[in-house]
Every structure is written in C-alpha cells, then in structure tokens.
C-alpha cells in the first residue's frame, strides 16, 4: 500500500469514527438536554451557541491549517472534542454546558462539525487525480452517513437496553456522552499517523497577494458561494437531527430505540443518494445535480409533519432521505474545483463557517416555533430551502468547469 493510499485509508476512517460520533449522540442529546432542564427555548440557544461557537473555532483553524498544518488542526479539532463531551458528562449546570458547546465540538445536528471536513476535504482533493474528486467525495459522503446511520442506531438502542436495565434515562444518557468523549481521543490518536503528503503544496502566489482567510484570486467566487451556503444552512437549522429526534418523541411518543432505528434507515438513504450523484452530476452537471434533486426533497420535508400518522411521517422524512444528500458531494467538488490547490483548506473551511454561522441562528427561532405549531419547523426549512435552490440555480446555471469531475 503506498504512502497516498494510507492517507485515504487513515481519512475514511477517521470520518467513519467521526461520524459515528456524531449520529451515536444525536438520538438523545436534546433529550439528555431536556431531562438536564432545558426547555425548548434554552435548548435552541444552546444548539445555536454550539454553531457559533463552531464557526469561530473552524475559522480560526481552517483558515490557517493550509500555513500551519493541516494535520495538527485535525488533532486539535479531536481533543475539543473529547473535552467537549467530558464537560457535558460532568455537569448539567446551563451555563457550563453553553460555555462547553461554544469552545468545543458537539454536533447537535448528527451532521459535520468542527474544523474536520474542510480540511479532510481538501487532503482528499490533493491526494486523488481531478477526474476522480467527484467520485471519492461520494463515497466520503457515503461512509459518514452508513456511519452515522450505526451510530443513531447504537446510541438509541443503548440508551434503551441501559434504561432497562435499571438506570435513569439522564445516566444513561451519560454514557452515550462518555463514548462520543472516547470517540475524539482515538480521532486525536489516529489523525497522529497521516504523512506530509497530505499538507499543502507551497503556492506561486506571494503573502502579500493571499488575504488574511487564506484566499487569493478565488475570494470572489468563495464568498459568492458562502452567502448561498449560509441560507441553506440556515434552513437546515431549524430541523436539526436531534430537534427532529425529540419532535417524534413529542408527537408520536417515540422512545430512544425507534428514534435510533428511524435515523438509522434515513442516514443509510442518504448515504446511497450521495453516491448516486455520481453518474448523475456526469450527464447534467454539478449545479444541476445540487438543485434538481434539492428541490424535490424539500417538498417532502415540508410534507413531514403534514401526514396523518406515525406511519406517513416517518415514509415522507425517508423518502427525503433518499434524495436529500445528493448535493454534498457535488457542492464539494464544485468548490475544489474553482479554487487554487493552496486555497483550499481555506475554501472549504469558509464556506463550512458560512453554513455553520447560517445554521447557528435558525435553532433559537427553531425552538419557539416547536412552542406555537409543533410541525412549523419542518415547513419553515423547506421553503427556505427551496428559495436557496432557485437563487443557487440563477446564479451559477451557466457555470463550467473543465475539472470539476
């Protein structure tokens, strides 16, 4: 195996381990939240400070990982992890809590956070030959959502299987904290044994022509796509992972297995819709792939808490699942491909920061509108999805990019 392979190796597994993470944890935070105090307003806040507080430490990181070491801001990127689940483990106490989720890495989302993808993104992209970026970001994408998949399941059925055996839902709660803590020690461990072949290779362009974000020539582009980033994301804010796990605990009483089981199927789907991009993104294109499976996916999240039953619910929100994650892969690769080599730690990395600041202001508004119509939420993010695509459309339609596959 040759020295670039074990990085693709190394690179799928620490996403694998990530985002296992990140799903085991999902399923009952904001119950653990809930159980801890938080009602939905301060639940919210806590989601969105999380957010913010992951912008700040992704631009800081990011931005310069391509300068001072794309492999170091992994392994720091780990330990705010694990410390950020050791304090949520040790405390209940609101304002310790907040203070953690802003300086640490908690995903309320189930979904990427911290300085990790940008940077994982842009070692890939190096690593691979341009007509394969498309393809191996796919099977990126496919991996983190199986894995996340498992992860949901583990950590609802666990909770479950603990409560049964006596515990409080809070202390087992506790434990899935303690094993996402665990999970960042061995990502800090394993980022150790990536090799320099995955730092950036030195750019013509001299300092003074590269702004204070790492950026040079692509800055225009960059933050013409961070705006429209920053919408979506917003959106998606509103039907978070774990605010979607605690609405059908809500509305249907579902208990932490089935909510582990319900986003095991959904993140398996949505694994399967990024790799099936692929040949779609071959025939039509990047832009077009990112809106015209965008579009109908939203519809049915708008149609989720429109059904009559537990049963129609839970078919509409796989449906969408199995659509939903078609853009990612295309929306990273068109990315990579627009921008210099040596830009694209920082690319990926400011775009990243532009979803996480658009995600960070949804969950407080999020959480008041669970107070008014249970199903708002759901209906809110669609339609802001749905505007995002349109202008994302108008924007970029007659955009080409002779490597972007």
Sequence with gaps: MTAINRNIVLLFTTRTLRMFGYGFLSVVLALYLSDSGFDNVLMGTLFSLTLVGDAGISLLLTTSADRFGRKKTLVIGAILMLAAG?????TSNPLLLII?????????????????LPVEQAMLSQLVAKGGRT???AWYNLIGSFATAFGALAGGFLAKQLQIGGMSPLESYRVILLGYAIIGGILAVVFTGLSPECE??????TAAERSRFG????????????MLFSLDAFAGGFVLQSFMAYWFHVRYGADEAALGSIFFGANLLAGVSALLAVPLAKKI???????FTHLPSNILLMLVPLMPNFSLAITVLLLRFSISQMDVPTRQAYTMAVVDPDERSAAAGITGIARSVGASLSPIVAGALFSLFLGSPFIV????????DLILF??????HVSDEL
Excluded at 101 to 116: D, H, K, R, T, Y
Excluded at 200 to 205: G, R
Excluded at 215 to 226: E, I, N, Q, T, Y
């Design 135 to 137: 393809a191996v970001l």
């Design 381 to 388: 993010s669609g339609g802001l999805k749905i505007l995002y």
């Design 86 to 90: 050791l304090v949520f483990i040790l």
């Design 200 to 205: 950036a290779v030195p750019s013509a362009n």
């Design 215 to 226: 950026l040079h020539k692509s800055r225009g582009v960059v933050a013409k796509l961070s």
């Design 100 to 116: 953690a989720a802003i300086i640490g890495v908690i995903s309320p989302s189930g979904n990427e956070i911290g300085p990790f």
């Design 394 to 399: 108008k924007s970029f339609k007659s955009s």
């Design 285 to 291: 294109g990047l832009i077009r792939t990112m809106v």
